[in-house]
């Protein structure tokens, strides 16, 4: 299966920056799409933004102009750049990526989720 490494949460002020990290592992023939989602108390999960094989990327409208999702595909790994925070933006941030594996089967993978924090 694949196997997600997260980083990059920690607490910023608002307006403030906060970078993320995903990075996939395992016997990946081939990632889809990775995508981040957000989770915050008391609230249903809510996608953030994704980017697709093509590289071509869709977002939350929250998040738009203020956050860019990027990929390496050569590392398999997905970042998530966020400017311009606010405290809304609190939450646990999940990876999601989905790949073909070289078994033949396909994986749908979350990460454990790395914490962020806007707060002055």
């Known amino acids: 299966q694949v196997q997600l490494v997260e980083s990059g949460g920690g607490l910023v002020q608002p307006g403030g920056s906060l970078k993320l990290s995903c990075a996939a592992s395992?016997?990946?023939?081939?990632?889809?799409?990775m995508g981040w989602y957000r989770q915050a108390p008391g609230k249903q999960r809510e996608l953030v933004a994704f980017?697709?094989?093509?590289?071509?990327?869709d977002y939350a409208d929250s998040v738009k102009g203020r956050f860019t999702i990027s990929r390496d595909s050569a590392k398999n790994t997905v970042l998530l750049q966020m400017n311009s925070v606010r405290p809304e933006d609190t939450a646990v941030y999940l990876c999601?990526?989905?790949?073909?594996?070289?078994?033949?089967?396909?994986?749908?993978?979350w990460g454990r989720g790395t914490q962020a924090n806007v707060c002055s």
């Open positions: 999601n990526v989905k790949a073909h594996m070289t078994t033949g089967s396909d994986s749908d993978c």
């Open positions: 395992g016997r990946i023939s081939v990632v889809d799409a």
């Open positions: 980017v697709a094989s093509d590289e071509s990327a």
